[in-house]
């Protein structure tokens, strides 16, 4: 039991023990929520974890090799916990998860049993039913360096280094109007050529869909000079007019588009002098001529 916590090892080899289990989930919007399935609440990391939620976990299978531990969780859906609304939304999608068995009677006394994200989430006559993945589950994602004409890198990440705060690259404002959640028409909105934003991203900052986002497929202006803004596919949140919507200038990977519109050359992550597959099927021939022109 290397590792294993020492004062909840003596507990539990006394034979008599007062012990439970306790799961804190943390989504990408940096939300955290405590359950447990004692029958009162247990704070310890600065996390409430709450009683009453319905939530318990099968058998979790670990393995000591690089085989992906995995189990599964089932829970209530409630006010005041997970909602139905936030699992459709794709609020939960790859939230982290840790899971402790933990001293009840002296919380102090824990172990860390499971670290992992959620996997796919079923949802059945007022319940879920979640799969939990271990970290090793990343490793059976390709990873590398992709040689390609087209920037690998994503507009403001660490490898891309542009800083989405420079003026001229982000709009706040609010919808005028929406369409299914998708096509979104604001104001006249100056200072970005048509099809800036094309590409882009839109982030909900306020209201029911508040932190949700979208990758932007259009970006037109119409005839009034009103701004249009269309999503690849409908935000999983209704989006009321008024709301403050925040979209981000677009980029299309290409080396000139990295240099004229973001005069960020020196980072830009792909290969623009790549022989094409055209150029790589060329072949020897007989003729003099190699202008292009048919022989004769």
Known sequence: MTGFDAGLKAHLERGLTTVARAWAVERSDGEVFG????????????????????????????????????????????????TEADILSGRFDEACVRAWLVNWADVSE???????????????DGAFRVELRGLSERLNRPIGRVFQKPCTAVLGD?????????????????????????????????????????????????????GLSGAIKRDVLGETGARRIELWEPLRAPIADGDILKVVAGCDKRFASCR???????????????????WLMVHPTASASTNGGSRR
């Open 35 to 82: 359950f447990t399935d004692h029958d009162g609440d247990l704070v310890f990391d600065g996390i409430t974890f709450r009683a009453g939620t319905g939530l318990t976990a099968a058998a979790l299978q670990q393995t000591t090799g690089l085989s992906v531990d995995n189990t599964e969780a089932l829970g209530a859906l409630s006010d005041g916990a997970i």
């Open 110 to 124: 824990r172990q860390l049993t499971f670290q992992g994200t959620f996997g796919e989430v079923v949802r059945v």
């Open 158 to 210: 660490s490898k891309c280094g542009f800083d989405l705060g420079t003026p001229g690259y982000v709009y706040e404002g609010a919808v005028m109007s929406q369409e299914a959640s998708r096509i979104f028409d604001f104001g006249s909105v100056s200072g970005f050529e048509p099809g800036w934003f094309q590409r882009g991203r839109l982030t909900v900052l306020s209201g029911v869909a508040k």
């Open 260 to 278: 004229l519109k973001f005069n960020n050359t020196l980072n830009f992550q792909g290969f623009p002098d790549l022989p094409s597959e055209d």
